[in-house]
């Protein structure tokens, strides 16, 4: 084999691996060259700031003995040679002025830094002033004219929580208030509810002068949420609410009458029902009298609920008479007063044939009591019962309702006296159910079935 020659190096491992050495040895030289450049540097500013220092300090040593040179030769020489000595004194003066030309650069970073400090420190002292809010950008110009609104869409419009995203043209009324300086219309939804809309457009500027008045507007109207919306103003009318037109009280004048409807003859004969209707209407009942006053019983005739009305006018004379116990069709101007009935001034009255019974008493097995006697009888099943009791003027005996079905009330027969006098009254039961029943009559007085002056109870054994 040939021996390499002396020069050539070999190739070992190690000498693969001496890259990396080599490496570090060079950045390990940069490293303390860039610390001894510092220290130099250091160094050099240190005697710069020292020098600067120093000329700084003979500056001031040189102005202080040029001022104490000037006073000693103002009090040393005479008047005369104080001009020359002033003459003299500004080159020593001037001297030591030219080396302060370079000491400022030195001390200028702290001057600097006091100036900075002094600004931050009356920065601190005087307080920010507030930010100057922007005005907000607001609608000026109008959208093209849309559809009109269709009646169900108003109403979703004018609907709380419903509604959303309904658009078109229409109007609406309201109370105008101004919340952020932005105009907005208070309106009362169908539900009693209050929606509120933004209005804009070109007057929307001019709107907020028409605080808390009442507001019309009409335009393109968008329900941007269930409880609000906006309005792009067209048109608008404003009415101060204090404008309000007062008005006058009117003459007392008889009010017009009118013809009363069918709903509200049947409100007029019905118990505990129209209190306050008053107007022109037919009526039929069966004619009775309390005292000298001709009544008309229209419904529930014997008991509580007896609904009745005092005839008055030119027919309420003693020719009616003839007329008690039968059933009259009286055309008048109806007042009900209450509940239970009131008065009518009658200008029309026509007898009407009398019903026809419903029950017959014929081939029935009747039980009579007579006056206001607590007793206690017997009844047969489908058989009759029969009290008779004396009226009182101004008073009519009667039952509670709930007992007149239970007991079987099919009549109760007003009977005039022969004479001038209170008549009497006669109640008809036939008995359904078997059993024993507690029937109780009240002496009310006319109209007011609440007003009771006595009362008197009865035991009925139905048997069957």
């Known amino acids: 084999m040939a021996k390499p020659k002396s020069g050539a190096k070999k190739t070992t491992p190690a000498g693969k691996a001496g890259a990396k050495p080599a490496a570090k040895k060079n950045s390990a030289a940069r490293l303390d060259l860039i610390k001894n450049a510092s220290k130099r540097a250091a160094k050099a500013a240190t005697k710069l700031a020292k020098a600067a220092s120093d000329v700084a300090k003979g500056a001031k040593s040189a102005v202080k003995k040029a001022v104490q040179e000037k006073a000693t030769a103002k009090k040393a020489a005479p008047a005369g040679k104080t001009a020359s000595a002033a003459k003299a004194a500004p080159p020593a003066a001037k001297a030591p002025k030219a080396p302060p030309a370079k000491a400022p650069p030195a001390k200028a970073p702290p001057a600097t830094k006091s100036a900075a400090g002094a600004k931050t420190g009356k920065a601190s002292a005087v307080p920010s002033a507030p930010p100057v809010e922007r005005p907000r950008p607001r609608a000026t110009k109008l959208p093209p ?118 709903g509200e003859v049947s409100m007029v004969t019905a118990a505990g029902m129209g209190a306050g209707i008053k107007g022109f209407a037919g009526v039929r009942g069966n004619l009775e009298m309390t005292g000298e006053e001709f009544v008309l019983v229209v419904s529930n005739g014997g008991t509580r609920q007896q609904v009745s009305f005092i005839i008055e006018g030119k027919f309420a004379t003693k020719a009616l008479r003839k007329h008690v116990g039968h059933t009259l069709q009286v055309q008048g101007v109806v007042d009900k007063t209450s509940g239970w009935g009131g008065r009518i001034h009658a200008e029309n009255v026509e007898p009407r044939p009398s019903e026809a019974r419903a029950v017959s008493r014929d081939e029935m097995e009747l039980v009579h009591i007579e006056g206001e006697v607590p007793a206690s009888v017997d009844v047969r099943l489908n ?36 004479e001038d006098g209170a008549g009497t009254r006669e109640f008809f039961f036939t008995p359904r159910n078997p059993g024993t029943f507690e029937v109780e009559f009240f002496l009310a007085k006319a109209l007011s079935p609440g007003l009771v002056d006595r009362s008197f109870k009865i035991n009925v054994t139905v048997k069957p």
């Open 145 to 262: 004219p849309g559809e009109p609104l269709t009646k169900r869409e108003m109403e979703q419009l004018l609907t709380a929580g419903e509604g959303r995203g309904v658009t078109g043209e229409g109007s609406l009324k309201g109370r105008l208030v101004v919340t952020n300086d932005m105009p907005h219309l208070v309106v009362v939804g169908r539900d009693k509810r209050e929606l509120t809309f933004l209005l804009q457009g070109p007057d929307q500027e001019v709107l907020p002068a028409y605080l808390d008045h009442k507001v019309s507007v009409s335009g393109l109207i968008r329900k941007t949420t269930n409880h609000a919306g906006v309005v792009d103003v067209r048109k608008y009318s404003a009415k101060k609410p204090d404008a309000e037109v007062v008005e006058a009280t009117p003459v007392e004048t008889e009010a017009r009458l009118r013809y009363l409807s069918p």
């Open 383 to 418: 058989h009759g019962l029969t009290v008779r009791l004396p009226e009182h003027p101004g008073f009519t005996w009667a039952i509670e309702p709930t007992v007149a079905k239970r007991v079987g009330l099919r009549e109760a027969n007003f009977e005039p006296a022969p």
